[in-house]
């Protein structure tokens, strides 16, 4: 079975510029979660996708923005980009329903916003 | 909300020896799983273990256990006969159960783990 697939795996922005990243979860999983990783925040949570609806939500700016479609992958998008912005961005897939399982992690996009 | 605490910000071990890392956390779920994720220098997360907080039962894989206190909210990986390849950042996360509204995974700050051979 295919493991979580997350492309492009690097990118280069400049600052004021809009992105989108990408994650294809495992097959059979419904639920999509978007993780960012910095060395001053750590790991911190973005959003989860099930069924293509929003589920649950962190504490970020509204220009943050994700979706789901109906095959389960998962696009975020991220525009205005700030220097700030540049983290690794982590994608997870799970099962979802009907009791919560584990998590498997793609290898991550790292954005590098200039 | 779910808070994690990892108090090792890095530990090193002999090769073939035994480590503990630790992790204590607070949530105000009733139903929620505990996880040990490693992150090696690839950066890809990668799933070490898991434990259902109603299980009393300590769980097990191979060489990693871990000892879980409900009561005091601490949740330890133990690592036996350590390997080169367990060098990692290793993550402490508790995650809510499906009832409840905090499902997201909630990491601790990570202990970096060193294997000296």
């Known amino acids: 079975k295919a493991g979580v697939t997350q492309t492009p795996r690097y990118l280069i922005k400049t600052r004021g510029q809009q992105v989108t990243l990408s994650c294809s979860p495992i097959?059979?999983?419904?639920?999509v979660s978007w993780y960012q990783q910095t060395p001053g925040q750590g790991l911190q949570f973005l959003f989860e996708?099930?069924?293509?609806?929003?589920?649950n939500k962190g504490n970020f700016p509204g220009r943050f923005s994700g979706r789901q479609f109906s095959n389960s992958r998962s696009e975020m998008n991220v525009s205005t980009l700030e220097l700030g912005d540049s983290a690794l961005y982590l994608c997870?897939?799970?099962?979802?329903?009907?009791?919560?399982?584990?998590?498997?992690f793609g290898q991550g996009t790292r954005l590098t916003v200039v | 909300a779910q808070t994690v605490t990892q108090s090792q910000p890095e530990m090193s071990v002999q090769e073939a020896e035994t480590v503990t890392l630790s992790c204590t956390y607070d949530?105000?779920?009733?139903?929620?799983?505990l996880f040990w994720y490693k992150q090696p220098p690839s950066r890809q997360m990668i799933l070490v273990i898991r434990?259902?907080?109603?299980?009393?039962q300590n769980a097990t894989e191979n060489r990693f256990s871990v000892n879980f206190q409900k009561a005091a909210k601490s949740f330890s990986l133990k690592i036996s006969d350590s390997q080169l390849g367990d060098a990692a950042m290793y993550f402490c996360?508790?995650?809510?159960?499906?009832?409840?509204?905090?499902?997201?995974?909630?990491f601790g700050s990570g202990t970096q783990l060193t294997v000296l051979p």
């Open positions: 949530t105000s779920e009733s139903d929620y799983y």
């Open positions: 997870a897939s799970s099962l979802g329903q009907p009791t919560l399982t584990e998590a498997f």
């Open positions: 996360a508790p995650r809510g159960g499906a009832s409840g509204s905090a499902r997201q995974l909630t």
């Open positions: 097959s059979g999983h419904r639920s």
């Open positions: 996708y099930f069924s293509e609806t929003q589920r």
């Open positions: 434990q259902e907080a109603y299980k009393q």
